[in-house]
């Protein structure tokens, strides 16, 4: 699927009893890499008795030591290919069941494969961003080269990279483990990457030059769809459609700031070209992320869809009788909902 990493099954089972026991096993729907410590495996005394975690494409697992009868815990923590981070937990007994002081997490409020807060930053963080990208790429190909909504939006890509690995770790664990290893992934590297685009696009502003600010924001585009929702079986066609959907909304919202500030009619034609881009793309990507409109109705990714296309459509609305202030507004809101679609895992 090359989506959120989502676990399958488990050895021991989730709630079983087992009368003997060496190790956990972990099986996900796609390839993942243990995120900081991977897996944990707190005994009913609270010891963490689990080994060094071992990786094999979709299957993880950890060897279990010092075994004594009693419920035990299992946390797990992982990276998809995508970037996109997975956790859970679950509890096993061993003999009979027993008390377990880490019987907490078990309880743990979780959205899709991570917590509420961690998917509430994740969206949080790709809106500062997407935002961004549309102040300063959208503004520079609608003609204005410099100004302060400009620095504004810079000032956004740059922050969105901490406030993003803060979110990273929020859906996962904080601690110096996980925040090397986040550091340490692709993730990191990607975050890094975006960051070093972002400065280097402050830079060129001042050269009052805008193609080489637009090759700036076309490689970051690609980079945002890196971290996107592949479409299974066909390597890296969803990655791209998402960076042409995420580069032609920056240009048409940031065109949008640009008209409501500076109106120019020849806008009509960038709307229609980066306004038409964007919804041919997310169709597709919708259609091919919900196994063709199927699981609109029935996952929590399928309704966060249907509030986006709801705005859009009401931006398409606006966008026919002219009315572009309330237009950019609707834009906004409607970015908003794609990074809350971009931040759930699709339906396997």
Do not use: C
Not at 147 to 164: D, W
Not at 189 to 216: E, H, M, N, S, Y
Not at 251 to 268: A, S
């Amino acid at each position: 699927m090359l989506a959120h990493a989502q676990l399958l099954s488990t050895d021991p089972s989730a709630g079983s009893t087992v009368a003997s026991i060496s190790s956990v096993t972990l099986v996900f729907s796609e390839p993942v890499t243990p995120a900081g410590f991977g897996i944990r495996v707190y005994a009913p005394d609270g010891e963490e008795v689990a080994g060094q975690v071992v990786q094999h494409g979709s299957v993880l697992s950890a060897p279990v030591v010092g075994i004594q009868p009693g419920t035990y815990v299992v946390l797990w923590q992982v990276f998809a290919s995508d970037t996109h981070p997975s956790r859970g937990a679950f509890a096993f007994s061993f003999g009979t069941t027993s008390a377990n002081p880490y019987a907490g997490l078990l309880d743990q409020a979780s959205s899709g494969t991570s917590t509420p807060l961690g998917i509430g930053l994740q969206a949080l963080a790709r809106w500062v961003h997407f935002i961004g990208f549309a102040l300063v790429f959208g503004l520079v190909a609608y003609g204005i080269r410099s100004g302060r909504l400009i620095t504004v939006g810079i000032f956004l890509l740059i922050a969105a990279e901490p406030l993003s690995l803060i979110a990273q770790l929020a859906s996962l664990s904080f601690d110096s483990d996980t925040a090397l290893a986040v550091l340490g992934s692709p993730f990191g590297r990607i975050l890094g990457l975006r960051l070093g685009a972002a400065l280097l696009a402050w830079t060129l502003i001042a050269t009052d030059r805008g193609w080489p600010v637009l090759v700036v924001g076309g490689a970051m585009a690609l980079l945002d769809g890196f971290t996107a929702h592949a479409i299974p079986n066909v390597p890296l066609v969803g990655q791209l459609l998402v960076a042409i959907h995420v580069g032609a909304m920056g240009l048409w919202v940031g065109g949008l700031v640009g008209y409501v500030r500076r109106p120019d009619p020849r806008f009509v034609r960038l709307a229609i070209a980066t306004f038409g881009t964007a919804a041919a793309t997310g169709v597709v990507l919708a259609l091919v992320h919900t196994e063709w409109a199927t699981k609109l109705l029935t996952t929590d990714y399928g309704h966060a869809l249907l509030v986006k296309i709801a705005i859009v459509a009401v931006a398409a609305l606006l966008a026919v009788l002219a009315r572009r202030r309330t237009e950019l507004v609707v834009a906004i809101t409607a970015i908003a909902a794609a990074t809350l679609v971009a931040s759930l895992p699709p339906p396997l």
